[in-house]
Nanobody, 124 residues
Framework: QLQLVESGGGLVQPGGSLRLSCAAS????????IGWFRQAPGKEREGVSC????????YYADSVKGRFTISRNNAKKMVYLQMNSLRPEDTAVYYC?????????????????WGQGTQVTVSS
């Protein structure tokens, strides 16, 4: 059974950093593109970043370009989101999701399998 588990969220001050991890189990990560999404209270889920099956192609939302970096280690079945220079508007529940495709997408409705999410709060 395909399972995704996020970790690494928490409370951080503005300007700080966090690294989110997405652990995959029950499937071969090599065959899936992975996306990171977030959802703030009262807002729709939005695409933050994604990485293609082999890691050669990535996508970042304009709001996080230059601050966030996505990476993956297929051997360890892990995907990471390094978040630097965090802002209060980055506060949200962050989810990873899997898409059986060579290429990733920033659209939530193109992903079927999701993790349970991890809370990121940026506040002083």
């Amino acid at each position: 059974q395909l399972q995704l588990v996020e970790s690494g969220g928490g409370l951080v001050q503005p300007g700080g950093s966090l690294r989110l991890s997405c652990a995959a189990s029950g499937f071969t990560l090599d065959y899936y593109a992975i996306g990171w999404f977030r959802q703030a209270p009262g807002k729709e889920r939005e695409g933050v970043s994604c990485i293609s099956m082999r890691g050669g192609s990535t996508y970042y939302a304009d709001s996080v370009k230059g601050r966030f970096t996505i990476s993956r280690n297929n051997a360890k079945k892990m995907v990471y989101l390094q978040m630097n220079s965090l802002r209060p508007e980055d506060t949200a529940v962050y989810y990873c999701a899997a898409r059986r495709s060579l290429y990733c997408s920033g659209r939530p409705n193109e992903y079927v399998d999701w993790g349970q999410g991890t809370q990121v709060t940026v506040s002083s």
